[in-house]
């Protein structure tokens, strides 16, 4: 019992003493700074989260999704790598980068939204305008109104429809009813 004790003390002194020296990797020669680690997972994050459509339009642009992040930012997946264990060793840093990619992330999305609302409301307002034109014109058709050139505008084709209409149940009014199943 007391040889039992004595193996799990020395265990948890040994495993104290061994993590207590874990000192985590070294600072990379070519450490990607935090602002443009942030900007590299900003454009990580929008690739993959962009949708089949949109992933088949950089596929026949010839984009290369998986190298296109690097060779924008100029650097290269060994690089990205370590400075990516760096960071995430160091959590207090990799904190910082990723409260600063949430925060962008949400001002983009704020953004598209304010743009996507604009954009509904001009079109909106196009329908309304098409709508009011359309009316004025059926006002001034059914006024009687000439062209410009002093032509007599064409019925409106609601009326001549309705026309027709009439027209047809007057000749199926003079034809004989159906015998019912009674």
Known sequence: MILKRLVLLVSVIFIATACSKLKGPDKPKNLISKDKMVDILIDAK??????????IIM??????M???????????S????LSNNYYAFHIEDYEEIYTRLADSLDKLKKRLKKQEA???KEQTKREADSIENVLKEKERLKAGKKDALGIPMIKDSVQIDDEL???SIKEIEGLV??????
């Open 46 to 55: 929008l690739i993959t989260s962009a949708s089949s459509k949109n992933k």
């Open 59 to 64: 596929r026949d642009s010839s984009l290369n």
């Open 66 to 76: 998986k190298t296109y992040i690097y060779e924008k930012h100029k650097i290269d």
């Open 78 to 81: 060994l690089q990205f790598a």
């Open 118 to 120: 604009l954009e509904w």
């Open 165 to 167: 209409l009439e027209d």
């Open 177 to 182: 009813e159906p015998i019912s199943d009674n």
